[in-house]
C-alpha cells in the first residue's frame, strides 16, 4: 500500500511569508508526528495526532508553528512569518495506535531566504 | 527529559565487514523502547530494528542487530556483512510509552559509508 506522502517537496520562501506544509498518513493509521531535522539541532518531535483526541503540541518551537488534523487523516503544518531559522526538513510520520514502528514520510525541505 | 547520545558523527566499513555503531541514553523510565532508524540520502527514514526495554533477547532482523545492556543504557547497532546500501545516516531513538504521546527522541545520528 502507499506510505506516508508530503507535499511539497521543497519549498523556498521568502522571510516573513506563512508556508503550509502538507501530510497524507497511511490510511487506518490513527497516530501522527511532525518532526523537524535541522543542522544546528537534529531530529526535534513537533506535534503528536492521535484520533480525535487534543494534540500534544509541546514540541512547537513558538506560536508562529500550528497544525491541524482534519478528519483524522491528513495533516496541515502551519509556520507564519518564516524566519531563517526555520529552514529544516520537516518530517511526518504515522503509526498504529501505541508504541509502534513510526513510518515516515520523505520530507519538506523548507528554505527562508 | 531522557537524551540519547550518539559519539560517533562518521563511521566508515568496508564491504562485507561488521561495524558496530553506539547509542546511549539517558532516562529515569524502567518501561521503554528503542529504535535504530536509517536514513539514506533520499530523506526516506526507514526502521532498522526496535528492541522493548524488558525483553533481556537482543533483537535480530537479518544483517542488523543490537547489543542492549539495560544497566548501562547502551544499545549499539551491529552490521554484518556491510553493503553499498547500507550507506546512510543511522539515528538511534528512544520511545517512552504511556504518557499519551509515543513521539520519539533522537540521537544526533552516525554518517555510515561503505567503502567497496
Given amino acids: 500500500g502507499a506510505g506516508v506522502s508530503q507535499s511539497p517537496s521543497n519549498k523556498v520562501t ?20 511532525w518532526y523537524r531535522q535541522s543542522l544546528g539541532q537534529g531530529l526535534e518531535f513537533l506535534i503528536y495526532f492521535q484520533g480525535n483526541s487534543a ?44 508504541p509502534r514502528e513510526q513510518f515516515f514520510g520523505p520530507g519538506t525541505r523548507l528554505t527562508v531566504l | 527529559a531522557q537524551t540519547v547520545t550518539q559519539s560517533q558523527p562518521e563511521m566508515s566499513v568496508q ?5 558496530t555503531l553506539s547509542c546511549t541514553y539517558d532516562t529515569s523510565e524502567s518501561n521503554y523502547y528503542l529504535f535504530w532508524y536509517k536514513q539514506p540520502p533520499s530523506r526516506q527514514m526507514i526502521l532498522v530494528i526496535r528492541q522493548e526495554a524488558y525483553k533481556q533477547q537482543n533483537a535480530t532482523e537479518n544483517r542488523f542487530s543490537v547489543n542492549f545492556q539495560k544497566a548501562a543504557k547502551s544499545f ?5 556483512d556491510s553493503q553499498l546500501g ?17 513521539q520519539l527522541t533522537f540521537g544526533k545520528g552516525t554518517k555510515l559509508s561503505v567503502i567497496p
Fill in chain 1, 14 to 33: 521568502e522571510k516573513g511569508k506563512d508556508v503550509e506544509l502538507r501530510c497524507d498518513p497511511i490510511s487506518g493509521h490513527t497516530a501522527l508526528y
Fill in chain 1, 55 to 98: 494534540p500534544d503540541k509541546s514540541g512547537l518551537p513558538s506560536d508562529r508553528f500550528s497544525a491541524e488534523r482534519t478528519g483524522g487523516s491528513v495533516s496541515t503544518l502551519t509556520i507564519q512569518r518564516t524566519q531563517q531559522e526555520d529552514s529544516a526538513v520537516y518530517l511526518c510520520a504515522s503509526s498504529p495506535r501505541g
Fill in chain 2, 15 to 19: 564491504e562485507a565487514e561488521t561495524v
Fill in chain 2, 76 to 80: 549499539s547497532l551491529k552490521i554484518s
Fill in chain 2, 86 to 102: 547500507d550507506t546512510a545516516m543511522y539515528f538511534c531513538a528512544f520511545m517512552k510509552p504511556g504518557a499519551g504521546s509515543y
